[in-house]
C-alpha cells in the first residue's frame, strides 16, 4: 500500500507536467500540420512560368511563355507555339531578383549575381522591376496566381546571347507589341518588293522607345503609303519614332513591312514601311 505523505504528491506533479507536455506537444504537432497545410494550399493556387517580360502600363506586364532549358548557369527560353500571352500585375510588395550587382543598373557591366542555376539573387522591388521592363523585355521566371493575375515572385535569368533576324510580312497594332504575319516576298528588279503569300503564323513583336522605324510618305505623320521617301526598292527611309509607328498602326490597321528583331526574345529592332511593287510584272 502507498503511504500518504509527499509521495502521493511527488506522483500527481509528474503526471500535471506529463499532461501538460502532452497537450503542448499536441498543439505543436497542430500547428506545425497547420502550417504546412496553409503552405500547401498556397503552393497550389500559384503557378510558375518562364517567358519573356515586358510592361504594360503602371504595375503590369506582359509575360510572354518560353519553354526553358539551361546549360551551366545560362537559360535559352524557346517559344511554345500554342502559349497564350500572359498578363500580370504587381506591387511595392513584389520579391523580385535581379542579375545584375546591383537593381538600378542597366547591364551586367561584366560582374553577375547569381546562384548555381543562372536565376539572379539581388534583392530588389516592383519598382525596380518597373525600370528594368522599361529597358526592354527582361527573361524571367514568374510565380504568379492565376486566379488574380498578380505576380508573386520574379526571378531574372541568365540567358545566352541573342541574334538577329529579319522578315518580311504585315504588321498591326497589338499591347505594346507588333503583331507580325510572315510573308514570302519577290523582288522585281527596279520595280520593289512583291508580297505573295503568307510564310508562317502571326507573332508577337514587342517595342519600346528604343525601335527605329522608317517611312515611305512626306512626313513621319503622312498616311498616304505613297513613295515619296524610299530607296529603289520601295523601302521607307524617313527615320521615325516609335511613337510614330504606334499612331501609323493605330490609323492603318496593317502596313507591309520589313522587320528586323531579336531571335530569342522576339524584341522589335527596326521596322521599315514598304512601297509594294505595282503593275502586271509584280505577278
Do not use: W
Amino acid at each position: 500500500m502507498i503511504s500518504q505523505g509527499r509521495v502521493p504528491l511527488s506522483i500527481a506533479a509528474l503526471v500535471a507536467v506529463a499532461l501538460t507536455s502532452g497537450a503542448q506537444a499536441a498543439e505543436g504537432a497542430t500547428a506545425q500540420r497547420a502550417t504546412s497545410a496553409a503552405g500547401a494550399v498556397q503552393a497550389a493556387s500559384t503557378r510558375t512560368v518562364y517567358g519573356f517580360a515586358r510592361p504594360d502600363g503602371a504595375g503590369a506586364m506582359i509575360v510572354s511563355p518560353r519553354k526553358a532549358t539551361r546549360t551551366g548557369t545560362r537559360h535559352r527560353l524557346l517559344p511554345i507555339a500554342s502559349a497564350k500571352e500572359l498578363r500580370m500585375t504587381y506591387g511595392s510588395s513584389l520579391d523580385y531578383r535581379r542579375v545584375t550587382t546591383a537593381c538600378d543598373l542597366k547591364e551586367t557591366e561584366g560582374s553577375v549575381a547569381i546562384d548555381a542555376k543562372g536565376i539572379g539573387t539581388t534583392r530588389c522591388t516592383g519598382k525596380d522591376l518597373s525600370f528594368t521592363l522599361s529597358l526592354g523585355t527582361v527573361p524571367v521566371m514568374v510565380t504568379y496566381d492565376p486566379a488574380t493575375g498578380a505576380a508573386t515572385r520574379v526571378r531574372e535569368l541568365l540567358n545566352p546571347p541573342d541574334a538577329p533576324t529579319n522578315a518580311f510580312g504585315m504588321a498591326s497594332g497589338g499591347r505594346g507589341a507588333v503583331t507580325f504575319t510572315p510573308y514570302k516576298v519577290k523582288r522585281v528588279p527596279n520595280m520593289g518588293y512583291s508580297f505573295m503569300k503568307k510564310a508562317g503564323a502571326p507573332i508577337a513583336l514587342p517595342y519600346n522607345g528604343t525601335v527605329v522605324f522608317y517611312r515611305t510618305g512626306r512626313s513621319c505623320a503622312d498616311n498616304s503609303q505613297q513613295p515619296t521617301t524610299t530607296d529603289r526598292n520601295g523601302v521607307g527611309t524617313r527615320r521615325c519614332t516609335a511613337a510614330d509607328l504606334t499612331r501609323a498602326l493605330r490609323a492603318l490597321k496593317t502596313i507591309q513591312v520589313k522587320v528586323d528583331y531579336m531571335k530569342a526574345s522576339r524584341e522589335l529592332m527596326e521596322i521599315r514601311e514598304i512601297y509594294p511593287c505595282q503593275g502586271d510584272t509584280c505577278g
